[in-house]
């Protein structure tokens, strides 16, 4: 068995790698940069009480993944929601227009993935941003692969209609990959 030494500083290593792209993670599946640092917080402890367990840190990084999605999925069930983020058309006066524009789009997009449903806006975040198989996902949801990909096809027609996706043409690369 490793010394406690050895697993402190292995751990220390991991989550100082993972930890950025774990809230990057966690803001787009819940939508909020502080809930998303929670979320990586809370997926981190989970990952250092299961240390001794993980094999390579590509599973700690897995395992990590699929415990944001799942209390991600808790969160997304409770009632109260907390403060909402100020509308993107308020933004301040000496921002230059291409940069708004980019706030406003990136806002946009935010604001369409949290009217999705949880199970819809994970696959389609597990998809697209982190970049992981339909297989993956199946596993970390627990769910079927055509369940995930009747799910990440629903949710792209749902950002379509909400004018999302409007210069992602159908047959892009982007649909090819959900199917």
């Known amino acids: ?15 100082r ?47 990590a993944r699929t415990v944001m999605v799942r209390q991600a ?24 227009r291409e940069h708004a524009d980019e706030v406003v789009a990136t806002e946009s997009l935010r ?19 982190a970049m992981n198989t339909e297989a993956e996902i199946a596993a970390m949801l627990r769910i079927s692969q055509g369940t995930v990909k009747s799910r990440a096809s629903r949710a792209l027609a749902a950002l379509r209609s909400m004018g999302v996706l409007d210069d992602v043409h159908p047959s892009s690369d982007l649909q090819r990959r959900s199917t």
């Open 17 to 63: 790698s993972a930890f950025l792209g774990l809230v990057r993670l966690g803001f787009v599946l819940v939508g909020d940069r502080e809930r998303g640092e929670d979320l990586a917080q809370h997926a981190l402890v989970k990952v250092f009480l299961r240390w001794d367990q993980i094999v390579t840190k590509d599973a700690a990084a897995s395992y």
């Open 111 to 129: 604001a369409a993935l949290m009217r999705l449903p949880h199970g819809q806006r994970a696959v389609v975040v597990l998809r697209y941003f």
């Open 1 to 15: 068995m490793p010394r406690a030494v050895d697993v402190d500083e292995s751990f220390d290593e991991f989550a």
């Open 73 to 96: 999925g808790r969160w997304a069930r409770r009632r109260w929601r907390g403060e909402q983020p100020t509308d993107p058309a308020a933004l301040p006066a000496r921002a230059d």
